[in-house]
């Protein structure tokens, strides 16, 4: 079962919403758990999880833009998409990581192929953990929050949310690699791999990654990773 949030102030426009998703759930054999909360007051301040939030930007009080960037000074990951009359501030989305976004009225055919997208990327996180075993005991951290896995010091050195230091280890690259398959990472080196989704900038061979560390292209990795990235944000980079 996926968790889906709506923040949204209109009933209507909530309605149309809910409609597409349990049209969709059921054209495509999906669970969801829909939630709907009717201001961005109502999300920033509670505590509702999700694993896609739809989210209007144009709402009283505190606009959907303000409270997806509060939304991204703790949660990186959970997928956002804006629906919104206001087209010209979709661009914007691209400040706070926005998957996606659609203008009302949203039409099914217009909302089924952003599903698609997010579905896809649901599917390669929820659920999943990254299990490290290191001389103290086990880690495991959610998929989502691993940032990078690289050599160093011929160890292997993982960094995840909530982990000021890295946790080293040994192991081989390659077989990290191997069991990262089907989730968004991407090799970029021979001795680094990073998740795509933390990811913030690129200049030239230079990637700069959601805790702030700045991670480099080997030059003959540099042209396939920008394409897989390019390709996981859903654009040209």
Excluded at 49 to 60: G, S
């Amino acid at each position: 079962m996926f968790r889906i949030l709506i923040v949204e102030d209109n009933p209507d426009e909530q309605a149309t919403l809910r409609a597409h998703l349990e049209r969709y759930a059921t054209e495509h054999g999906e669970d969801f758990q829909i939630t709907w909360l009717k201001s961005a007051v109502e999300f920033v301040e509670g505590s509702e999880t999700a694993d896609l939030i739809f989210m209007d930007i144009d709402l009283p009080g505190i606009s959907g833009m303000e409270a997806a960037t509060l939304l991204r000074s703790f949660d990186q990951q959970t997928p956002l998409i804006f629906v919104t009359n206001l087209s010209q501030y979709a661009v914007r989305g691209y400040e706070v990581d926005a998957l996606d976004f659609i203008v009302k009225p949203v039409t099914y055919y217009n909302f089924s192929m952003r599903m698609d997208k997010a579905m896809r990327v649901m599917r390669r996180t929820v659920g999943r953990n990254v299990v490290i075993q290191t001389k103290t005991g086990m880690r495991v951290i959610p998929l989502a929050d691993l940032i990078s896995v690289e050599v160093l010091n011929h160890n292997l050195a993982y960094r995840a949310v909530g982990y000021d230091e890295a946790i080293e280890v040994r192991g081989s690259l390659a077989a990290v690699e191997r069991d990262l398959a089907g989730a968004p990472f991407v090799r970029i080196s021979n001795s680094c791999i990073v998740n795509m989704g933390h990811v913030r900038d690129i200049q030239g061979n230079e990637l700069r990654m959601s805790n702030g560390a700045v991670l480099y292209f080997s030059r003959a990795r540099r042209r396939p990773a920008m394409e897989r990235i390019a390709d996981y944000l859903g654009g040209s980079i």
